[in-house]
């Protein structure tokens, strides 16, 4: 067992994704992992939003570590890795991404359709009003575990295996189009891995849409230590909006990914609208036949675009349109005070982004290789008390944060850390 330094004991039993669950045979088929062709393949997540597309991180694009095929099935890698690999045809992350640090989503074009597999729709149009303070989402990805530092170098347990958790809205920063997301007691989270993966939302005809790509970690302060010690994972995630991108990733990829909707957001149904999966952690059917046989549903608007400004937002200019998001992204108008612990900036893979003070769990620099955790705070410390916009900061009460600060980050990307020792 992997030994964090300092504990002089063994850890308790890892908990899936950080507190959450096992995917089953066909739960989620459509979140898939993002290989590279070395010892340790699992880079990051992604998900299958048309039979040619799958979205995922702009921190997991990194041509030097190139991204070669996606994984379909419930591991990644171990003894019986992905039920079906898909090779990449082209990778590409949001370029503003690589100049100011957000918005961090991109693309991969698969070298053949994958028509078998139900995709998972992007929110479009005014479905993103439905993305509000306090509602409960669901995530997925093949990453850690646990995470923690041992004598400067990053360890990791629980790599490749698909797992899912839930998460509550905790806040919405509409000018870098991002979205934050906390568990229910500290150790409820994505981790080192989940870079990319879906956020997903239910919405009230009982269809799911995906709205994000994870980025990094986060922490808002005021939760209990995390349940394993030292480990870094667990309080919260910060994920990219898909939505307000959906420009950039058509015209890039070339392919329609919002069926129902046109390239303005408005209800457009087209071919495609409708016979969506109705509970994708079901696990219906077999991958001999594409996991298919679940209910499935919609195809009706479910809601008016004059309730608000939502559209598809800004274009590639990168996510700086504080009206992009319409009213589910304009609920917050006050400020939060600094984000703290995971912050604005700690997050799972590597690159260039935005930063935050870390004063909860520890975070690495910016390049996410090398950290010095007593910088910040000792690797076991909780999140109770150390962040600025913690439950006892009246100004966070609208849930809204700040930009990025000025402290380093630790991004979710597993591949790009270049971690030594994995469990």
Not at 35 to 43: N, R
Not at 179 to 198: E, H, I, L, R
Request: hydrophobic share 30%; with cysteine; net charge negative.
């Amino acid at each position: 067992m992997l030994q964090p330094g300092g504990l002089g004991v063994e850890p308790p039993p890892v908990l899936p994704i950080v507190g959450g669950d096992e995917a089953g045979s066909c739960e989620f088929p459509f979140a898939v992992a993002i290989l590279e062709d070395d010892e340790t393949p699992v880079m990051c997540t992604g998900t299958l939003v048309n039979p040619s597309v799958v979205t995922l991180a702009a921190h997991c694009v990194n041509p030097d570590r190139p991204i070669v095929a996606v994984g379909f099935g419930e591991e990644g890698q171990g003894e019986t890795g992905p039920q079906r690999v898909v090779p990449v045809e082209d990778c590409a992350g949001h370029p503003q991404y690589f100049e100011q640090g957000f918005p961090d989503i991109a693309y991969c074009t698969l070298s053949e359709p994958v028509q078998d597999v139900a995709i998972m729709p992007v929110l479009a149009g005014c479905e993103l009003d439905l993305l509000e303070l306090g509602a409960e989402v669901t995530i997925v990805g093949f990453g850690a575990t646990y995470g923690t530092y041992v004598d400067g170098e990053l360890e990791t347990e629980g790599v490749g295996l698909k797992r899912h958790t839930t998460q509550t809205i905790d806040g919405i920063d509409p000018d870098v189009d991002e979205v934050y997301m906390v568990g229910v007691d500290g150790s409820q989270s994505a981790c080192f891995g989940d870079s990319g993966g879906p956020s997903l939302l239910e919405l009230p005809d009982g269809t799911w849409r995906v709205f994000g790509a994870a980025s990094r970690l986060y922490d808002p302060g005021g939760f209990p230590p995390p349940q394993q010690p030292n480990n870094f994972c667990g309080v919260g995630v910060i994920y990219g909006l898909l939505t307000t991108q959906m420009q950039w990733l058509e015209t890039e990829t070339g392919y329609d990914l919002t069926p129902c909707h046109d390239a303005a957001g408005e209800w457009s149904p087209g071919a495609g609208c409708g016979d969506f999966t109705m509970d994708p952690g079901l696990g219906a059917g077999t991958w001999n036949n594409g996991c298919v046989g679940g209910a499935v549903g919609g195809g009706e608007a479910l809601c008016e675009p004059a309730l608000g400004t939502s559209s598809t937002g800004n274009d590639s200019t990168g996510g700086d349109d504080s009206t992009s998001g319409g009213s589910g992204l304009g609920t917050c108008t006050g400020e939060a005070g600094d984000s703290t612990g995971f912050g604005a900036g700690t997050g799972f893979g590597t690159g260039d982004g935005p930063q935050s003070t870390t004063t909860g769990r520890p975070s690495a620099d910016s390049g996410g290789v090398t950290a010095d955790p007593s910088a910040t705070a000792s690797a076991g410390d909780s999140s109770s008390g150390t962040g600025e916009s913690g439950a006892d900061d009246d100004t966070a009460g609208c849930g809204c944060t700040q930009g990025p600060g000025p402290a380093g980050v630790l991004w979710l990307g597993l591949g790009l850390l270049g971690l030594r020792r994995r469990r």
